[in-house]
Each structure stands twice: as C-alpha cells, then as structure tokens.
C-alpha cells in the first residue's frame, strides 16, 4: 500500500509539472534563414514564385529520391498547391498552398503534414535588394498547443529545420548565380 501511495504522488508530482510547464513554454515558434544571391530580384523571384521550381533546390526533395509531386491550380498563382508522397522518415506526404504573393517581393504559404504526424506551419519566402544583389529570407512560424509545446522544449525546430533551410537556400544561391552568370556571359557576348 506504500508503494501504492508513493507511485501515485510521484505521477501527480509529474503530472503537475508537464501542466506548470504547459504555461510557461513558448506556444509560438518562427524559424528563419537569409542569404544574399548575386543576382537579380526578378531571376530569383522566378525560383521561389513557381511550385515546379521549388524541387530543384528543395533539400527534402534532394534526400528523398523515391518522393513524388503534383501541381494543382495555376502554378506560380495565389491558390495554387504543391502536393508531395515521399518517404514517411523522410518528407512524408504533406501539401503547400500559395496563400499569397507580391511579385518580386514574396511569397507566402500554408505547409501542412499529412504523415508521418499531422501538422500545420505558415511560412514565406521574402527577397530585398541589397548591395550584392538579392537577400532572400525563408522562415516558417506557427503554434505548438498543449502538450507540444512541452515536447518542444527537448526539441530544437532550430536545430531541425534550420540546417535544410540553409541548404535550400544554399543550393537556390548556386542555381540563381549560375544563371545569372550564363545570362551576363550571353549578354557580354551579343554586345561583340
């Protein structure tokens, strides 16, 4: 009976602290990576405007070599969905929908997770001219209710997504400056 007794205060011991801890940890969470390309804001707005684009220099699309992809809507259009079947331990099945765009400025979308575990994100793709050329700016945000956003203090969506951001965003770099150099090459070449 002891026993009983002290397992018993030790689970609502426990349980009060997850609910203490459900109070004080953040609901809201918002990641966000830039780089600057060297090229211009139409060329760039062009990769990030067009779902069709996207998989070029998607890193989950780069490590998930069996996933899949359709458009509906008029890509590249407020309205339009990029809908995805991948691997569960990788992509999972999910969809995005252009939830807004301002052309040559930004792009904003609704990710949501089917599988492995259902899920629902904002984010949005923003581009500034700068000195060197074009900074974009990828970021994610949204709400973790009760009891997530307990988990989430063990877990850093930082550390989780921030890195494929950077890739993404690295590999978006390469082919934006690629092309850009290819189109000035072309250009140097005509004036001959």
Request: glycine letters at 8%; one cysteine or more.
């Amino acid at each position: 009976m002891k026993v009983l007794k002290i397992v018993l205060i030790v689970l609502a011991v426990l349980i009060g602290v997850i609910i203490i801890l459900g109070f004080v940890a953040p609901k809201k969470y918002h990641v966000e990576r830039d780089v600057i390309i060297n090229a211009p804001k139409p060329l760039v707005f062009q990769h990030i405007k067009y779902w069709d684009n996207w998989h070029a220099w998607s890193p989950w699309a780069e490590r998930d070599t069996i996933m899949t992809y359709s458009i509906k809507g008029t890509d590249g259009e407020e309205g339009s969905i990029y809908s995805w079947v991948g691997d569960p331990k990788i992509t999972g099945t999910g969809e995005m929908v252009n939830t807004g765009i301002i052309e040559n400025e930004e792009i904003n979308y609704r990710l949501h997770f089917f599988e492995p575990m259902e899920d629902v994100s904002d984010g949005y793709l923003r581009l500034s001219e700068v000195d060197e050329g074009t900074r974009v700016v990828w970021a994610f945000y949204g709400t973790n209710p009760f009891p997530w956003n307990v988990v989430m203090l063990f877990m850093s969506l930082e550390k989780m997504v921030g890195p494929d951001f950077e890739h993404g965003l690295a590999m978006l770099k390469e082919i934006c400056e690629n092309e850009a150099a290819e189109a000035h090459q072309g250009s140097v070449q005509h004036d001959k």
